[in-house]
């Protein structure tokens, strides 16, 4: 069964500070999909970065990276330079390609950064 | 370009009455998909249309839910009658194509059964 854990239900981090989110992932199907999506406190799901299991290098969005370790199965999310702005919940997210559209989400991790 | 747009954003209704969610895909996305947040259960898909058909229902709770996509640019998430445990954050979000392509989310439309 596919699975997603993110085990640190909450993060601080002060501003300008870089920050990592944890996320493990489970699966036994080869071809993957990995997200990860920012809830601020409005609401809406913002989609982040993207990581395909056969992707050779770590997925980079502007401050936004994915530490991709295929091995361990675990896809964190690193965010660099903090702002206040990025004060959010984040959610890893899986889909496994060409069985399901479903995506599979952790429980999220909130994030708050101080001054 | 317009996101996935959703409505009601907020809708509170009464127990046993009818609630219909509206969502309007990305514009030339062929798969739609609808999800419920709670804090008890996360984020969970509840269905998911491609083409306008229906893929997997097997989200779908129970016989009083019910989803249609009747043409590329509309979906509706029907409950009827609603109960309390339905209050919830409902997302609808859209992909260019099934499989391989990132998920768009709409605002949300946020529940309460009273």
């Known amino acids: 069964a596919q699975k997603i854990t993110q085990t640190q239900p909450g993060m601080f981090v002060q501003e300008k500070e870089a920050v990592t989110l944890d996320c493990t992932y489970d699966t036994s199907d080869p071809s993957y999909g990995l997200f990860w999506y920012k809830q601020p406190s409005s609401g809406e799901m913002i989609f982040l970065i993207y990581?395909?299991?056969?992707?050779?290098q770590n997925a980079t969005e502007g401050r936004y990276s994915l530490n991709f370790q295929k091995a361990r199965k675990s896809a964190n999310l690193v965010i660099s330079a903090s702002q206040l702005g990025d004060s959010a919940m984040y959610f890893c997210a899986m889909r496994v390609l060409y069985n399901t559209d479903k995506l599979i989400f952790g429980t999220g991790t909130r994030l708050q950064v101080f001054p | 370009d317009a996101g996935v747009i959703q409505s009601p954003r907020h809708e509170v209704t009464e127990m046993g009455q009818e609630v219909t969610l509206r969502c309007k895909p990305i514009?030339?996305?062929?798969?739609l998909f609808w999800y419920r947040q709670t804090m008890m259960r996360g984020l969970e898909l509840l269905i998911y249309?491609?083409?306008?058909?229906?893929?997997?229902d097997s989200g779908m709770p129970e016989d009083r839910f019910s989803a249609k996509m009747p043409n590329a640019s509309f979906s509706t998430l029907k409950i009827q009658p609603s109960e309390p445990r339905d209050s919830a954050v409902y997302f609808c979000a859209s992909s260019l194509t099934q499989h391989t392509d990132t998920q768009y989310f709409g605002p949300g439309t946020r529940l309460t059964v009273l």
């Open positions: 990581q395909g299991s056969y992707d050779q």
């Open positions: 249309f491609n083409n306008n058909v229906p893929i997997d």
């Open positions: 514009s030339g996305h062929n798969s």
